[in-house]
């Protein structure tokens, strides 16, 4: 087996999933001492299997939008790119957050698949990073909506990390918006930053990091704004998909609950779960594992009967984030196999010197 898998560690992918099985246990036991596994079976025998189906189709449908928005942006630069890399890219991405401290190799490994479908790997680069951004405004400015206009909704066990993760959210848009509207004064509060860290400044001029981090902002920043300049209307596209890719995933969870046989209102339901959302975005956990279950449940909890509420859970998180990891190992495996990918797994650096950045 190689050293790494798409660009990462074998071993930070071993410790991450069993990091990712161990708070999920002590999640769903935390949970069963809600709902007992008596009572959870019993529900699961009378699940609808006609929203089983449902909640399958939406799944694909996630699929669709999610590959459809990475191949709009990918192909603004790099337009050989198929439908097939942009899907795989994503579930690939799922499956590397879910097993990775901190969520930290999805991102990473979603750009070394699009490298090696034969983007270079700053286009790639900038091609996930227009969706991230995306996916950060939207999630920001429709959590910071529903806590103004229901603040009912935010319980306060969640109230502090709700506005923790806000401000977390408001500092990467804010150093996101430095790199393209002022980018120079983005660069010299950068090197004022790095400069100051203890007994890093001579490693920092050895190694030139600050040349080559300023060189990245202005490549990145000449890119981006040829972007946003040449492709407004691919940009408001994209923004339309990454709506549609929430509510989308939102629907899953309302679905999951009709075929358990609890009539929620609709509309609450979706907004229920943007807090959660907004919550866990930023778990340090691989996949979000124990945070995701416990602050859905405390938030959701006020529409879901006790007895019922760590089968939701299991479920949701099946159609949610197991489907997508399983397919997703598999996907991994093909690339390690050399069934897809124009450019070889264990290829060297990137083509011109360039680096498979992480997050």
């Known amino acids: 087996m190689p050293a790494t898998i798409l660009s990462i560690p074998v071993s930070r992918i071993k410790t991450g999933a069993r990091l990712f099985v ?25 699940f609808d299997m006609r929203y089983f189906f449902i909640a399958l189709g939406l ?11 990475i191949l709009l942006f990918a192909r603004h630069i790099y337009p050989p790119l198929t439908f097939g890399a942009a899907w795989r890219g994503c579930v ?22 699009m490298y090696l479908e034969g983007m270079t790997a700053l286009g790639a680069t900038v091609a996930c990073f227009v969706g991230g951004f995306i996916t950060t405004v939207i999630v ?36 996101i918006l430095l790199t393209l509207t002022h980018p120079e004064r983005f660069k010299r509060a950068t090197r004022w930053l790095l400069m100051r860290i203890p007994k890093m400044r001579g490693l920092l001029e050895r190694r030139h990091v600050i040349e080559k981090v ?27 998909l990454t709506g549609l890719i929430y509510v989308n995933k939102f629907l899953i969870g309302w679905v999951v609950l009709r075929g358990l046989g609890i009539d929620a209102p609709l509309v609450n339901t979706l907004m229920l ?6 919550v866990f975005y930023f778990s340090p956990t691989p996949g979000s594992a124990g945070l995701a279950e416990v602050s859905t449940i405390a938030v959701m909890g006020s529409i879901i009967p006790q007895s019922y509420q760590a089968i939701y859970v299991i479920l949701w998180r099946f159609f949610t984030l197991i489907i997508n990891m399983v397919v997703g190992a598999g996907v991994v495996m093909g690339y390690l196999s050399g069934r897809w990918g124009k450019r070889k797994v264990l290829e060297d650096a990137p083509a011109s010197g360039e ?5």
């Open 140 to 175: 920001l400015l429709v959590g910071a909506s529903v806590m103004l206009v229901r603040p009912g909704l935010l319980s306060p066990q969640l109230h502090t990390l709700a506005l923790i993760s806000f401000a977390v959210y408001v500092a990467i848009l804010i150093a």
């Open 273 to 278: 779960q943007v807090i959660p959302l907004l």
């Open 214 to 240: 300023f060189a990245a902002v202005d490549h990145y920043h000449d890119l981006m704004t040829n972007f946003l300049v040449r492709g407004k209307l691919i940009f408001l596209v994209g923004v339309l």
């Open 22 to 46: 161990a708070f999920s246990l002590v999640a769903f036991f935390v949970l069963f001492q809600r709902s007992s596994i008596s009572e959870s079976l019993h529900h699961l025998g009378e």
């Open 92 to 113: 690939v991405h799922i499956f590397l957050a879910g097993v990775t401290p901190s969520q930290t190799g999805g991102a990473a490994a979603q750009v070394y698949v």
């Open 355 to 359: 680096r498979v950045p992480t997050r």
């Open 59 to 69: 799944v694909v449908v996630d699929w669709l939008i999610a590959g459809t928005r």
